[in-house]
């Protein structure tokens, strides 16, 4: 009994996450049940929403109300929206769609941070408090902490969601989705709802209503990006993270500058294997149960321009900035300063969007102010040679987003400047051999993580082409080398998912 109280209990001290057992537990029940089920479209969809909402439980405790809630009030502006003729009642629902998500969001996310940037202005302090916590202590008898906001996970991710749906539904490019459980099953799909990718409701509705349908190469495939994520969150991501990153962000005056600098290239390496890791295994876990995600990464650091990282990293987002924020602006329909503009407030807004913290706010600035010099320069790198134009772009904007995760990763502003100033003035070379003898496997995994990185697209294609056609005695022996793998890099503690605290 206290087992399956266990499995079937919040415990917010285990993270319920790809890299935990329990999930996997889990996702081997799904796959069972799925395989009963799936030739019934509406038994289909429903068990897998109410797993969803299993999920969305385990991961996230009491705030798996907020998910609900965004869920039916987007449902029913959907169904108003397509109901109503008149203008301003469709506007008027629109607002409604955004106050209620973007309250959510403000709420939690960024309460605080508004409240203390209320004082350091006006000397007043406002008092906050956690009030669905208050709600919940009072309604279910719970002992949440009231004075302490606390961010529900993948709160950013639902809230965009849902709101690009209302969004697409006003502008006539999406008709409403009218049964509840199925438009629930879009918002709650768990491969993506914690982390991304930001599914629009165009391209996943329909695939409610095809057959199910899965060959054995697209279950190798999925089988391929699942292992493929693991092994970029537990043998580059966590360990980097925990044996370097880590502890000389946490502080960097102990550190010289070469070393700081060897860090802010292992968290350049470790955002992206934790961050596109998650993104692979979520694919393949929609793929295995008949669902196609979108791209959510394209080699980023292969990018020659800060616009082309941007059209490589976190594709779901930028393309949703694009489409919700950039565009409605004016984007570049009104001249250049307009554009230059727009650029700045939509970037802005995306830092802001990963933390409620000056140092977000100023990541977002950083690439604004990069994608306007691309702007300025386009016409200064046509007089090069292409391949120079290539390189030095390449190099420029490697460098220029590796200096930006500065600001994102380190916990403060004054340490994020303590690093920077040590870098210029306490590089010590004299101490790099040193250095990297004593942290010598982070530092085989930072290179190594690149080089792979910077593989042509072809050659990686042919490798997963190769795996999925070998004979399945090969896959199953290939699958268990890079568990044993994992398993002996594995931290004695799970380290989170990096964008679970967005």
Not at 305 to 328: A, K, M, T
């Amino acid at each position: 009994m206290d087992a399956i109280l266990k499995i079937v209990s919040y415990d917010p001290g285990e993270p319920f996450m790809f890299t935990s057992a329990l999930f996997w537990m889990f996702f081997g029940i799904v796959l069972l049940v799925h395989a009963l089920v799936y030739r019934q479209r509406v038994l289909r969809t429903g068990f897998l929403f109410l797993a969803s909402l299993f999920f969305y439980y385990k991961a996230g405790g009491y705030f798996f109300f907020l998910l609900v809630i965004s869920t039916l009030v987007d449902f029913f502006i959907g169904i108003g929206l397509e109901h109503f003729t008149k203008h301003w009642k469709r506007k008027l629902l629109l607002i409604l769609s955004l106050l209620v998500n973007l309250g959510m969001l403000g709420y939690f996310k960024y309460a605080w941070f508004i409240a203390d940037a209320w004082a350091q202005i006006t000397q007043q302090s406002i008092e906050m408090k956690d009030w669905l916590a208050v709600v919940s202590n009072a309604v279910f008898g719970s002992n949440f902490n009231v004075d302490d906001i606390v961010l529900p996970i993948g709160i950013s991710f639902f809230t965009f969601q849902t709101i690009s749906y209302s969004m697409d539904v006003y502008r006539r490019q999406l008709a409403p989705v009218h049964n509840i459980i199925d438009f629930g099953f879009y918002v709650s799909f768990f491969p993506q709802l914690v982390a991304g990718p930001i599914v629009r409701a165009r391209e996943f509705v329909p695939q409610l209503y095809r057959p199910f349908n899965l060959s054995e190469k697209q279950v190798w495939h999925a089988t391929f990006l699942i292992i493929a994520g693991l092994s970029k969150k537990l043998i580059f991501a966590d360990y980097i993270a925990v044996n370097l990153v880590d502890r000389v962000f946490e502080n960097p005056y102990l550190y010289s500058g070469f070393e700081i600098l060897s860090a802010i290239y292992g968290y350049t390496l470790q955002i992206y294997c934790d961050f596109s890791g998650y993104t692979d295994v979520a694919i393949g876990l929609a793929l295995l149960l008949g669902f196609r995600l979108p791209l959510n990464f394209n080699s980023p650091y292969k990018a020659l321009s800060v616009s082309e990282f941007w059209r490589r990293w976190h594709i779901s987002l930028s393309s949703w900035l694009r489409d919700y924020l950039y565009i409605p602006l004016g984007g570049n329909r009104k001249g250049k300063l307009r554009m230059y503009f727009n650029l700045m407030i939509t970037m802005t807004l995306g830092g802001l969007w990963h933390g409620a913290s000056w140092r977000f706010v100023l990541w977002g600035i950083w690439h604004g102010l990069g994608l306007v010099a691309d702007k300025l320069l386009k016409p200064l790198s046509s007089r090069f040679p292409r391949w120079i134009a290539s390189w030095t772009g390449f190099l420029i904007t490697f460098h220029f987003v590796a200096a930006g995760w500065i600001l994102f990763r380190a916990p403060d502003l004054q340490r994020a400047g303590t690093m920077v100033n040590r870098i210029i003035d306490a590089f010590q070379p004299d101490m790099m051999i040193q250095s990297m003898q004593v942290n010598m496997l982070s530092f085989i995994l930072i290179v190594t993580g690149f080089v792979l990185h910077w593989l042509p697209a072809s050659l990686k294609e042919n490798i997963r082409g190769r795996f999925i056609t070998a004979q399945w005695t090969v896959k199953v022996a290939l699958v268990v080398i890079a568990v044993l793998i994992m398993i002996q890099f594995r931290t004695a503690d799970m380290v989170p998912y990096i964008y679970f605290r967005f």
